[in-house]
């Protein structure tokens, strides 16, 4: 079994969601009483952030391929992040990494192609859904990404900002969320909902919604990430 290396804190909440989740995933598998083992480096997601925010996206690149040379240092064999937005510079540090990095936003394209998605909404930060990284690898892929409009994308940032990155799960969000998707299938056609930020995996659990598709990126990446360890 191969040694995984997480860089979390990105935020907190999703990093014990994927630590659980893997967990569970591998003991579905794996039924000889044993657990995976895992390394996490846990960052300061106010300075991720804050260089995402500022544009400051070479230091991100290097701010990342610091940890993941502290995992691999650590002995991790394969590596990930642990949230969408730092994946901006997933190609830059991929190319330095010393070990290999397991990419959510190419493990969700694979996931979205073999359920035959053609047009996709994207979800997440509002550093994600104004970026074009997710555009970069789905599009060559047949798979249009169809993102919010401006007052939709405010609120999504802001509910992610304010509540979900601390914890917090509230009603009201989701059932403005899932109109937010409702919209966008009338407008644009959506058979999916890249749930592009893995703290919305924490309040947007279901499988679909009014028959559209949930790409949920956290239970796609850990698939991946177990995939990777036991082969």
Do not use: C, W
């Not at 691999?72 to 064999?77: I, L």
């Not at 990930?80 to 397991?102: C, G, K, Q, Y």
């Not at 994308?153 to 969320?177: C, N, P, S, W």
Request: aromatic share 6%.
């Amino acid at each position: 079994m191969k040694l995984l290396g997480i860089i979390g804190g990105t935020g907190p909440e999703s990093t014990i969601e994927y630590y659980r989740a893997i967990i569970a995933l591998y003991r579905a598998r794996i039924s000889d009483g044993s657990y995976p083992r895992m390394i996490i480096s846990s960052v300061d997601v106010k300075s991720v952030l804050g260089l995402v925010g500022t544009n400051e996206l070479s230091r991100l690149a290097e701010v990342l391929a610091e940890e993941v040379n502290r995992l691999a240092r650590a002995g991790a064999e394969v590596a990930l992040f642990a949230a969408n937005t730092p994946h901006i510079v997933f190609d830059e540090v991929r190319r330095v990494s010393p070990i290999p990095l397991i990419s959510i936003i190419e493990e969700t394209r694979d996931a979205a192609l073999r359920q035959n998605i053609h047009t996709a909404a994207l979800l997440g930060t509002r550093f994600t859904m104004t970026g074009t990284f997710y555009q970069d690898v789905f599009t060559p892929a047949g798979i249009t990404i169809v993102v919010p409009n401006e007052d939709e994308q405010r609120f999504v940032h802001d509910k992610y900002m304010t509540e979900l990155i601390g914890g917090a799960t509230i009603a009201e969000t989701k059932a403005e969320i899932l109109r937010i998707i409702a919209r966008m299938r009338e407008r644009s056609g959506i058979e999916a909902v890249i749930v592009g930020g893995t703290e919305l995996s924490l309040i947007l659990r279901e499988d679909e919604y009014d028959g559209v598709v949930v790409l949920d990126t956290t239970r796609i990446h850990v698939e991946s990430a177990v995939n990777a360890m036991v082969g």
